[in-house]
């Protein structure tokens, strides 16, 4: 097993769960597989997941039915895709302002941004600039 080195940036590693290929790997349990498998590749390092509100209610453990394999992924910050709102919508295990990124859109201005693409993701950061800083050890 080769183990990475190096500098894996400031943000979390994001573990992305948001289209259904019906693939080999599909389904939470494998999701957990891929989890538990990056923490021992880039031990130490955080890891969060990006989702979709529906897309994670439709594939994620049952709230009612599978609790204890549902909260397993509670200890991963989420960022959360959730667009034409005025705040996300926030799936369980997480609670209702427990997020950490807000995709807010898909069609952001990238002239706007200074990127060659027309329709961009933006995306919020759940608190203000020093929480931003602090969050990621990044300075002045």
């Given at each position: 097993?080769?183990?990475?080195?190096?500098?894996?940036?400031e943000?979390?590693?994001?573990?992305?769960?948001?289209?259904?290929?019906?693939?080999?790997?599909?389904?939470?349990?494998?999701?957990?597989?891929?989890?538990?498998?990056?923490?021992?590749?880039?031990?130490?390092?955080?890891?969060?997941?990006?989702?979709?509100?529906?897309?994670?209610?439709e594939?994620?453990?049952?709230?009612?039915?599978?609790?204890?394999?549902?909260?397993?992924?509670?200890?991963?910050?989420?960022?959360?895709?959730?667009?034409?709102?005025?705040?996300?919508l926030?799936?369980?295990?997480?609670?209702?302002?427990?997020w950490?990124?807000?995709?807010?859109?898909?069609?952001?201005?990238?002239?706007?941004?200074?990127?060659?693409?027309?329709?961009?993701?933006l995306?919020?950061?759940?608190?203000?600039?020093?929480?931003?800083?602090?969050r990621?050890?990044?300075?002045?």
């Open positions: 097993v080769q183990q990475f080195e190096g500098d894996y940036g943000l979390p590693l994001l573990a992305d769960f948001e289209d259904s290929y019906n693939g080999a790997f599909k389904g939470w349990e494998n999701w957990y597989n891929f989890l538990e498998r990056l923490k021992q590749l880039v031990p130490g390092k955080e890891i969060a997941i990006y989702t979709g509100y529906y897309y994670w209610l594939n994620a453990p049952n709230a009612a039915k599978e609790v204890t394999n549902l909260e397993y992924f509670h200890q991963y910050p989420l960022w959360i895709a959730h667009y034409v709102t005025t705040e996300p926030v799936p369980e295990p997480w609670s209702e302002n427990e950490l990124f807000w995709e807010y859109t898909d069609t952001g201005d990238g002239k706007l941004y200074g990127v060659e693409s027309d329709r961009i993701n995306n919020y950061f759940n608190g203000d600039i020093d929480a931003f800083r602090a990621f050890g990044i300075s002045n």
